[in-house]
């Protein structure tokens, strides 16, 4: 089955800097990335996602890598600021897997401070 | 539009005892989910259903049943609480996948306690 590996598990940022979080999948036959931000008492909710036909996905001001051949990819935030805050969670699904089923990351806590 | 809604939002059990946790979506989606949420664990499948009536078992299913006799509830049984099923619990629901991929869309999770 499918391994989703996450980096890093704590980010602690200032205020207009950027943010970058990595993670690594085990399985080629994966085929869709979406990556989840979860505040505090509520659940998560999919900020962006890729295809394995895309190598960057770009939406204000955050962006997704995928590189297959290394088979990880990367949300990367840029102009960080307070309501960034938030645990963000990475996933991978299978191209075999006909039921949607996704294999989360363990979660980067981000800390943005003023 | 209310989305994915769980109920209860919090509860606290005993061991031995029982309890359903109910997910209800509203967006007419085939495809849902339950997942638990520990610490440093991300988010782990524990059941899932593909349509009304059919369920499958995921990443940790023991010591769980669900049941989705229609197609908007998707209901997750504790039959004997135990304290390792203290976690928060979260319901997702999609549309079929085929070869467009769709987003599973969360509830806010109910948040359970056994003592």
């Known amino acids: 089955g499918e391994n989703v590996e996450q980096h890093p598990s704590t980010l602690s940022v200032q205020e207009g800097d950027s943010a970058v979080i990595k993670c690594t999948y085990s399985?080629?036959?994966?085929?869709?990335f979406p990556w989840y931000k979860q505040e505090l008492g509520k659940g998560p909710q999919l900020i962006i996602d890729?295809?394995?036909?895309?190598g960057e996905k770009k939406d204000q001001r955050i962006a997704v890598t995928l590189n297959k051949t290394a088979k990880h990819f990367s949300l990367h935030i840029t102009e960080t600021q307070p309501e960034d805050s938030a645990v963000y969670f990475c996933?991978?699904?299978?191209?075999?897997?006909?039921?949607?089923?996704?294999?989360f990351g363990a979660g980067t806590q981000v800390v943005v401070t003023p | 539009n209310a989305g994915v809604t769980q109920t209860p939002k919090f509860r606290v059990l005993k061991t031995g005892q029982s309890m359903t946790l109910l997910c209800a979506q509203d967006?007419?989606?085939?495809?849902m989910y339950w997942y638990r949420q520990d610490p440093g664990m991300g988010l782990r499948l524990i059941h899932y259903?593909?349509?009304?009536?059919?369920?499958a078992k995921g990443e940790v299913p023991d010591g769980y049943n669900v049941s989705r006799l229609k197609k908007q509830n998707f209901l997750l049984g504790l039959e004997s609480a135990a304290p390792s099923q203290t976690s928060v619990y979260f319901c997702?629901?999609?549309?079929?996948?085929?070869?467009?991929?769709?987003?599973?869309?969360f509830g806010d999770g109910t948040r359970l306690s056994i003592l």
């Open positions: 997702a629901s999609s549309y079929p996948t085929g070869i467009s991929n769709q987003p599973q869309h």
């Open positions: 399985d080629s036959a994966s085929n869709y």
């Open positions: 890729i295809r394995s036909n895309v």
């Open positions: 996933a991978a699904r299978m191209t075999t897997d006909s039921w949607g089923k996704l294999q």
């Open positions: 967006m007419n989606h085939e495809y």
């Open positions: 259903s593909v349509g009304e009536g059919t369920t």
